[in-house]
Structures are given as C-alpha cells and as structure tokens.
C-alpha cells in the first residue's frame, strides 16, 4: 500500500513538471493581443463620451473654459457645414417716415406715395407729365369748396348741357395736371369707370345737402386714392388724361346736388373760394 501512494506521488510530480515548461514566443502573443485590443476599445469610448464639440477642439480649447466654442462655431470652418444660429447677425429694419401728426394726414401721405408708385410703374408718357408734379399740393382758396384744378392755364372746354346730353365741364390742361378734391368726402369709385376711363367719385355733404363730385379721364396710373377713403378739400385726388370716351386730356367735372345733376361751372363760380 505505501508502495502505489509511492507511484502516485511520482505521478503527480511528473505531471506539474510537464505544466512548468518554459513559455514560448507564441504564448506571450495572446495576453498581449488582449492587452490590447482592451485598449483600443477603452479609447473608443472615451472619444464617443466626449461632448460633440471637443472632437473639434485644441488641448487649450479643453482646458480653458473660456475659450470653450460652440459646435456652430466649429461648423463655421467645415466647408460641409451650415453656419447657423451663433453666427447670424441681426439687421435693424427701417420705415418710411412720416411728417404728418394725424392719422388722417398719415394716410393722405400713403396715398400720394402709393399713387406716385403706380404712375411710375404704369410705363406710360404720364409718368413722364407727371414727374414734376408735387404729389402733397392743394387746390389754391379756402373754403368748404375748391376749384377742382388750378385755372391759370386750363381752357374751358363744352359745357354743362352741351350738345343736348353733357352733363358737365370740360376743362383741358397738360396730362399729368394736378386734379383736387372740390369738397371734403369720401371715395365711392376710384378706377376705371365707363366711358369716364379712370375716374374719381367723391360724396360729400354740405350745408345738409348731399354732393356729389365726378372727375373723369384720369390718366392710366393717375387715380391717387382709394375706395372708401376721405379726402380734404382741395387735396389732390388724381392726374389729368384722356381715357374712356375722351380724345384730349382734360377733366370732365360732374356735380350732383341731393341726386340731381346742376352746372358744375356755376356751381363753382357761386362756392369756390
């Protein structure tokens, strides 16, 4: 019996001198691969951690939070990138500027400056006739009613009554003339207008009595108010022309008194002042 645990301890130490050989130049290969194969996805995930913006930046950039920039800065230098928020500037925005104080005078200004736009982009020989016309003037006089043009250098033309169905004034002038509100009212047409071509209609009322204005011919481009809006008198309403049934420039001037037609001639010769 001591002689078989004899061999078996001979055994045994066989076997561990067997396992302690010397380790070969292939055996250190493997725990180095592992070495480092750990390192490298180590680093992997260090870089994935960092926030968006390191990958960009200098040791310093890191190191000096006041030097730290931003991922649209950063972009700002990529020649893929879009340069957004961080980069954009603010412009100050501007607006035309008005002399006038009251609302009324505001919108008598819009007026005149939208009117002016559109006789300039009409192309037509009126927006030549009409550059010297100063689009913030008013009739000459005083009063609740004016004369619709300044006379000096018009010519009277037909009459109220005239060949058995005019039923107003003639008055010729240059295109492009001035035409002005003859009472303070309210826009009912202004545009195109039958055979008044582009024509103006203004009601008012004076001294109780409902009036009614019609300045007919304007020039294409010449109506220089709206619908709806209220003039003054004397304030310019549009340009002289030829359009509709006309075949000089001149403005055909109607006047309704409570609905019915009178001489606008004598009308104005009577109140204007």
Same mark, same amino acid.
């Given at each position: 019996? #001591?002689?078989?645990?004899?061999?078996?301890?001979?055994?045994?130490?066989?076997?561990?001198?067997?396992?302690?050989?010397?380790?070969?130049?292939?055996?250190?290969?493997?725990?180095?691969?592992?070495?480092?194969?750990?390192?490298?996805?180590?680093?992997?995930?260090?870089?994935?951690?960092?926030?968006?913006?390191?990958?960009?930046?200098?040791?310093?950039?890191?190191?000096?939070?006041?030097?730290?920039?931003?991922?649209?800065?950063?972009?700002?230098?990529?020649?893929?990138?879009?340069?957004?928020?961080?980069?954009?500037?603010?412009?100050?925005?501007?607006?035309?500027?008005?002399? #006038?104080?009251?609302?009324?005078?505001?919108?008598?200004?819009?007026?005149?400056?939208?009117?002016?736009?559109?006789?300039?982009?009409?192309?037509?020989?009126?927006?030549?006739?009409? #550059?010297?016309?100063?689009?913030?003037?008013?009739?000459?006089?005083?009063?609740?009613?004016?004369?619709?043009?300044?006379?000096?250098?018009?010519?009277?033309?037909?009459?109220?009554?005239?060949?058995?169905?005019?039923?107003?004034?003639?008055?010729?002038?240059?295109?492009?003339?001035?035409?002005?509100?003859?009472?303070?009212?309210?826009?009912?047409?202004?545009?195109?207008?039958?055979?008044?071509?582009?024509?103006?209609?203004?009601?008012?009322?004076?001294?109780?009595?409902?009036?009614?204005?019609?300045?007919?011919?304007?020039?294409?481009?010449?109506?220089?108010?709206?619908?709806?809006?209220?003039?003054?008198?004397?304030?310019?309403?549009?340009?002289?022309?030829?359009?509709?049934?006309?075949?000089?420039?001149?403005?055909?001037?109607?006047?309704?008194?409570?609905?019915?037609?009178?001489?606008?001639?004598?009308?104005?010769?009577?109140?204007?002042?």
């Amino acid at each position: 019996m #001591a002689r078989t645990a004899k061999h078996r301890v001979a055994r045994t130490s066989t076997t561990v001198a067997r396992t302690r050989k010397p380790l070969s130049g292939r055996s250190f290969r493997k725990p180095l691969r592992s070495v480092v194969t750990l390192s490298m996805v180590g680093g992997l995930v260090l870089t994935v951690a960092l926030p968006a913006y390191a990958a960009f930046s200098t040791t310093s950039e890191l190191t000096t939070a006041s030097e730290a920039v931003t991922i649209e800065q950063v972009a700002a230098d990529n020649a893929q990138s879009l340069v957004v928020a961080s980069d954009v500037t603010t412009t100050g925005l501007s607006r035309s500027s008005y002399a #006038a104080t009251t609302a009324e005078e505001v919108e008598k200004k819009k007026a005149a400056e939208a009117a002016a736009a559109r006789v300039a982009a009409s192309g037509s020989s009126a927006s030549v006739s009409s #550059a010297s016309v100063d689009l913030n003037m008013v009739a000459p006089g005083s009063g609740a009613v004016r004369w619709p043009l300044d006379m000096s250098g018009i010519t009277v033309g037909r009459g109220f009554g005239a060949d058995g169905y005019h039923q107003g004034i003639d008055l010729l002038g240059p295109q492009g003339t001035a035409e002005y509100a003859a009472a303070a009212g309210t826009v009912r047409v202004a545009g195109w207008y039958y055979g008044y071509g582009y024509a103006v209609v203004l009601d008012s009322v004076i001294n109780g009595q409902t009036v009614t204005t019609l300045y007919g011919h304007m020039v294409e481009g010449g109506v220089l108010v709206t619908p709806g809006q209220y003039v003054e008198a004397g304030q310019i309403i549009g340009l002289m022309g030829s359009t509709g049934s006309s075949t000089a420039n001149h403005l055909h001037f109607e006047v309704r008194l409570n609905g019915g037609l009178v001489d606008p001639y004598a009308w104005l010769l009577s109140n204007a002042g």
